[in-house]
């Protein structure tokens, strides 16, 4: 019986932390933006792509939304305006 090959199961972050995604409302929260200007950074390719949950619901993982959060601090600390 021949297999198919299957993509790998992410389990955790390199960090080790559990995967988690975070729904839209929660990423406006973290991120102090508005729905519009999340979809908007998105278009833009400054934001991270959301993963399809089904065909009306979306989530984006956590530690990807944390690493925008963290390059935003880190050019602010640089002095550059992101």
């Known amino acids: 019986m021949a297999q ?10 390199a960090s080790g932390e ?8 929660e990423v406006c929260r973290r991120t102090g933006k508005s729905r519009s200007e999340v979809y908007r950074r998105i278009a833009a ?4 792509q959301p993963v399809k949950l ?3 619901a979306s989530a984006w ?3 990807e939304v944390s690493a925008w ?6 050019a602010r600390d640089a ?4």
């Open 4 to 13: 198919t090959k299957q993509p790998p199961m992410l389990a955790a972050t």
């Open 69 to 74: 959060i963290a390059e935003r601090i880190a």
């Open 45 to 48: 390719g400054d934001f991270p």
């Open 79 to 82: 002095g550059r305006v992101a």
């Open 18 to 25: 559990p995967l988690t995604l975070l729904r839209l409302r």
């Open 54 to 56: 089904g065909e009306r």
């Open 61 to 63: 993982p956590e530690h």
